[in-house]
């Protein structure tokens, strides 16, 4: 079964607390406060597989989790490492949050890895807290909660050379004769309902990887028929491969069907039209052929055509030549927006986010939000007189109530930081 879209639930391990201990040993004398750190969340970390060529696991893995960190133990020791989640995926995946529509990676080299969703860090033990104003801290973090993600997973083929056209005009015969694909192939529509790719090799020794995929229809660009499921397959493409029906035993106009194809090619995303297109003149053997060959000309007089009878090979040389000189000279169509690479991997560029909001509720009330604020929360006890102190000195470091008072916020006043609250005191 071929799968190319997957929605699915990531939650990254938390990570471990850190210890409150402090050394009592014999000749040790003073060993001072030792409660190690806790471990690292696991993350989930996708790898692009060449032996992969569908999403079809993922499709009965909908929600994955991976391992949370251990508690920081005596001595300063750490505690372990959650256990990561390696999910292999096909080359040509790409990897897009839900929330935010935004891509996170996209995965088109073998060996090619991306942490999707990033385990929390573990918390520190109270010996990172000993100072000279403080020697036996009796307070140390909580670990930091992994990342949880909705994310969508899609395949787009890497293939260098797509066919596009109606159904039944050959593509899938073409490219059983052109390579060792083995489609299938029959005398209705829409026999390909999945993409196919085969390996070309070319007489001169060149290859190049060609995608047949599934048969447009006008409106295929909006949702009508089978093609639209498939067109975000050709966007990698660089060389397009159009295969008309000159023979028309369908009844359809050759020159009408162009028009048609290279419209929806151009609906669906105007980049499209921007790579080189060889023109296949299809099935010159039957009656009539000849004739709409010439009205096609005329028609299009400046694009090149190439006449082909796929099922017995003939002509299809000339046709693999100049499609693996339009691959020499055709550079690969980079995803559009703004990106950054990373190890090889791309990345959506996200603006970075403030520390901290501040919002009047009204009536005396206020709320806190923003990563930095909600990790501070997160990661400290507060049935610990010492571990509320501390946070409540972060706040202020951070500025923010300087930021209350600028709003306008009094002494007295309510501040809620997720589900608590706490007063503002001037």
């Known amino acids: 079964m071929f799968i190319d879209r997957v929605k699915m639930k990531l939650k990254a391990g938390n990570g471990g607390n850190g ?3 402090f050394r009592r040993e014999k000749y040790v004398p003073l060993g001072g406060p030792a409660g190690g750190d806790g471990g690292d969340g696991g993350d989930i970390i996708f790898e692009a597989d060449s032996n992969k060529s569908t999403l079809l696991d993922l499709r009965y893995s909908k929600q994955l989790t991976a391992g949370n960190g251990g508690v920081g133990k005596p001595k300063k020791m750490h505690g372990a490492d959650g256990d990561d989640v390696l999910v292999k ?3 040509g995946t790409l ?15 073998p060996g090619q890895r991306a942490v999707i969703a990033k385990g929390g860090k573990g918390g520190r033990g109270n010996w990172h807290f000993a100072s000279a104003r403080n020697s036996a801290p009796e307070y140390c973090e909580q670990g930091e909660d992994g990342e949880a993600k909705e994310i969508q997973v899609e395949l787009k083929l890497l293939a260098d050379v797509g066919l596009v056209g109606f159904p039944s005009v050959g593509k899938s015969t ?3 004769v052109v390579s060792k694909a083995r489609p299938e192939i029959a005398d209705y529509p829409f026999t390909t309902i999945t993409p196919n790719l085969g390996m070309v090799q070319v007489p001169d020794g060149r290859s190049f990887v060609m995608a047949d995929l599934p048969g447009l229809i006008e409106g295929a660009s909006e949702g009508k028929g089978l093609g639209h499921q498939f067109l975000r397959h050709i966007e990698r493409c660089r060389v397009i ?20 194809i290279n419209k929806e090619l151009e609906q669906y995303e105007l980049r499209l039209m921007e790579r080189p297109q060889v023109v296949l003149a299809n099935k010159m053997d039957l009656e009539g ?14 694009i090149p055509v190439y006449p082909v009878i796929t099922l017995i090979a003939e002509g299809l040389d000339e046709v693999l030549y100049k499609v693996a000189d339009l691959l020499e000279t055709t550079p690969e169509f980079p995803m559009t927006g703004e990106t950054e690479v990373e190890e090889g991997v791309l990345y959506k560029f996200v603006p970075k986010a403030p520390d901290f909001t501040v919002t009047n509720l009204g009536n005396h009330q206020w709320r806190l939000e923003g990563p930095k604020v909600e990790k501070l929360f997160k990661m400290t006890d507060f049935e610990v007189e010492s571990q509320v102190y501390r946070f409540g000195q972060s706040l202020r470091k951070l500025g923010v109530d300087e930021a209350l008072r600028q709003k ?4 007295g006043d309510l501040v809620f930081i997720n589900d608590f609250q ?3 005191v001037e």
């Open 89 to 91: 995926v096909p080359l």
């Open 408 to 411: 306008g916020a009094q002494d």
């Open 422 to 424: 706490f007063e503002f």
């Open 289 to 302: 052929a000849e004739d709409n060959l010439k009205r096609f000309k005329e028609t299009y007089p400046d």
């Open 95 to 109: 990897v897009k949050d839900l929330a935010t529509g935004g891509l996170i990676a996209d995965l088109t080299k």
């Open 174 to 176: 073409l490219l059983s």
């Open 19 to 21: 210890l409150v201990a």
């Open 241 to 260: 491969v159009h295969v008309v029906d000159m023979g028309a035993n369908d009844g359809r106009d050759p020159i009408e069907d162009y028009r048609i």
